[in-house]
Each structure stands twice: as structure tokens, then as C-alpha cells.
Nanobody, 117 residues
Framework: VQLVESGGGLVQPGGSLRLSCAAS????????MRWYRQAPGKARELVAA????????NYADSVKGRFTISRDNAKNTVYLQMNSLKPEDTAVYYC???????????WGQGTQVTVSS
């Protein structure tokens, strides 16, 4: 099982990034997917979530209207489009897969996002 994030980097305030998380080794289309983030010295927090078929999404209040989670089950990939980035969005972003029915979940290794001028 692998979840491999990509797309992180350094961006100026107001800029955009698109994170990708490529999944392998499990039935991706059956799993709900989430993006979490963890800033230095802070607890990991949920950023966005999407159901297995992609019909329902949820966002943290801090990113509503700026971030969009989506998935392509044919490509076994989940995305996080991040617009209007702020310095407080700086964190390591993690991809997470969960299937409650079988109590199975997986984490990616994380990708660094730094918002700074």
C-alpha cells in the first residue's frame, strides 16, 4: 500500500498550488479520502475530505472557499487545489485513506507547503 503526495513547494501569499496523492495497493474507489496538515508545533488538523464516489466534500472553516478537494478514481488519485494561499497555510500536508467498514486506514508521507514572500 502506498500513498504518495506531490505538488508541494514554496509559493508567495495569494498564490496557488495543486497537491496530488497517488494511491496504490488497495481499492482506491472504495475509500474515503482526506487531506490533513501539520504546522510546526501544532497538532495535525483535517483540511478537507471527500467520499469514495466523490459526491460529498467537507472543509475546515479556515480553508473554505479557497481549497477544493477532488478525486479521479480512474487514476487512483486525490487532489487538493489550494488558491489564495496565506502564510498560515504553511504546513506539511498529508493524504489519508479510510474505509470504516473494514477499519482500515493509510497515511502518506507528507509534502511540505511553504507560503512566504
Amino acid at each position: 500500500v502506498q500513498l504518495v503526495e506531490s505538488g508541494g513547494g514554496l509559493v508567495q501569499p495569494g498564490g496557488s498550488l495543486r497537491l496530488s496523492c497517488a494511491a496504490s495497493g488497495f481499492t482506491f474507489s472504495s475509500f474515503a479520502m482526506r487531506w490533513y496538515r501539520q504546522a510546526p508545533g501544532k497538532a495535525r488538523e483535517l483540511v478537507a475530505a471527500i467520499t469514495s464516489a466523490g459526491g460529498i466534500t467537507n472543509y475546515a472553516d479556515s480553508v473554505k472557499g479557497r481549497f477544493t478537494i477532488s478525486r479521479d478514481n480512474a487514476k487512483n488519485t486525490v487532489y487538493l487545489q489550494m488558491n489564495s494561499l496565506k502564510p498560515e497555510d504553511t504546513a506539511v500536508y498529508y493524504c489519508y485513506a479510510a474505509l470504516a467498514l473494514i477499519q482500515r486506514d493509510y497515511w502518506g508521507q507528507g509534502t511540505q507547503v511553504t507560503v512566504s514572500s
